[in-house]
């Protein structure tokens, strides 16, 4: 069994933003007490809070979503370095004006044709609740190699970490 390492303040946020890596995550919204609704997005930052930003439709089903139940989830999993993140938090929907100008990319025009002055741009802003993490000390290569290790001595040699991130 792996270590189990809990973390919170900083070095919670600090492993967020390095298990955070893979751009594209599941973010996935309630739309009812207990169903979950998931779609990829594109996460365009996470800031030294915690707090992570998505660019949105506000005619978009999530925005609708979020309109009705605010709690959100958002999985991150970058399988060839074996980290995983489950992130439940809070949505808020903004059309702040400076924060879409210091998020905008051009390749975000692919879906606001209208740029930044798109009448139907809006930002999403996730603030962490809580999270938990899946972690490999050493890397794929020596997590694997632990693993054919255990097996041939019939002994566990688990190289992974998990915990819970309170930010």
Known sequence: MGDVKHLSSLDAIEKLQELATEETCLFGTFTGEFALR??????????????FWFFSGKDSHKN???????KVELLYANSSKENY????GKAEITTDRAKIEELWTPLIKTWFQEGKDDPNLSLI?????????WDTKHGKMVAFAKMLTSV??????DDGIEGSLNV
């Open 125 to 133: 802003k996730v603030t962490p609740q809580d999270a938990y993490y």
């Open 38 to 51: 998931s779609r990829p997005m594109s996460t365009q930052k996470i800031e030294d809070d915690g707090s």
């Open 85 to 88: 993140l489950a992130v439940h």
């Open 152 to 157: 041939v001595v019939g002994k566990t040699m």
């Open 64 to 70: 609708r979503e979020i309109a009705q139940n605010d």
